[in-house]
C-alpha cells in the first residue's frame, strides 16, 4: 500500500532553513507528482508546490518562488522540501502529497511540524 | 489565483441526518477539453492529514462510503453526507486543481 513517512519535527531560529524529508513506500516516486502542503495553526491548507518526481521538474506558489526548494531523490524514492529565511509565520505543519493520475491529492504524509521561535 | 470560499464555516447536523457543505470558486474549474471539474473534497481529523473523498467533483475515492457524494459544475459545488454517522466529525475542505497555484477553502467544521 502507499506510504508516506515525514521527517520528524523541527525547531529554528529566526532566519534559518528547514528541510523536510517524504519517503515513498508501496510505488515508485518517479511515477507520479509530488506536492507539497503546510497548514499554519488555524487556517486553511496551504499549496507551496510540486515536483514531476520523474523528469525533476518544478512549479511553485509565487507566495514561496526564491524560498522554497523542492527536490527528490529517486534511488532512495525520497522526496525533499526546503524553505530558507524562516520566520515566525511559517510555523506550520508541512505535508507531501502525491498528485494522483485523477490529479487529486490522493495520499498524505503524516505531516512535519515546524517550529519557528527565536 | 482562484479563491475558494466554503460555507458554512460551521455545521452540527445531528445523527443520521444529512449534512450540506458548498463551495464556490472565483473562477470555473471546468476543463473544457475532457469536461471534468478539477475540484476535489477532503476531510480532515485533528492530528491526521487530510483524506481524499472526492475527485473532479463527484467522483468517490476508492474506499470511501456511498453516504458522501460532491455535485456542481463550473464555480458551485456541493458536498453532501446522507446520513451523518458519529466518525465524520471532521473539518471538509475543497480544493481547486485547475491551475496553480493549487488553492483550497477555508475548510468546514462539522459537528454532531
Known amino acids: 500500500q502507499v506510504q508516506f513517512v515525514q521527517s520528524g519535527a523541527e525547531v529554528k531560529k529566526p532566519g534559518a532553513s528547514v528541510k523536510v524529508s517524504c519517503k515513498a513506500s508501496g510505488y515508485t516516486l518517479s511515477s507520479y507528482a509530488m506536492h507539497w502542503v503546510r497548514q499554519a495553526p488555524g487556517q486553511r491548507l496551504e499549496w507551496m508546490g510540486w515536483i514531476n518526481a520523474g523528469d525533476g521538474n518544478t512549479k511553485y506558489s509565487q507566495k514561496f518562488q526564491g524560498r522554497v526548494t523542492i527536490t527528490r531523490d529517486t534511488s532512495a524514492n525520497t522526496g525533499y522540501m526546503e524553505l530558507s529565511s524562516l520566520r515566525s509565520e511559517d510555523t506550520a505543519v508541512y505535508y507531501c502529497?502525491?498528485?494522483?493520475?485523477?490529479?487529486?491529492?490522493?495520499?498524505w504524509g503524516q505531516g512535519t511540524l515546524v517550529t519557528v521561535s527565536s | 489565483d482562484i479563491v475558494m470560499t466554503q460555507s458554512p464555516d460551521s455545521l452540527a447536523v445531528s445523527l443520521g441526518e444529512r449534512a450540506t457543505i458548498n463551495c464556490k470558486s472565483s473562477q470555473s474549474v471546468l476543463y473544457s477539453s475532457n469536461n471534468k471539474n478539477f475540484l476535489a473534497w477532503y476531510q480532515q481529523k485533528p492530528g491526521q492529514p487530510p483524506k481524499l473523498l472526492i475527485y473532479?467533483?463527484?467522483s468517490r475515492e476508492s474506499g470511501v462510503p456511498d453516504r458522501f457524494s460532491g455535485s456542481g459544475s463550473g464555480t458551485d459545488f456541493t458536498l453532501t453526507i446522507s446520513s451523518l454517522q458519529a466518525e465524520d466529525v471532521a473539518v471538509y475542505s475543497c480544493?481547486?486543481?485547475?491551475?496553480?497555484?493549487?488553492?483550497f477553502g477555508q475548510g468546514t467544521k462539522l459537528e454532531i
Open positions: 480544493q481547486q486543481y485547475y491551475s496553480a497555484p493549487v488553492t
Open positions: 502529497a502525491r498528485g494522483g493520475v485523477t490529479q487529486a491529492f490522493d495520499y
Open positions: 473532479w467533483a463527484s
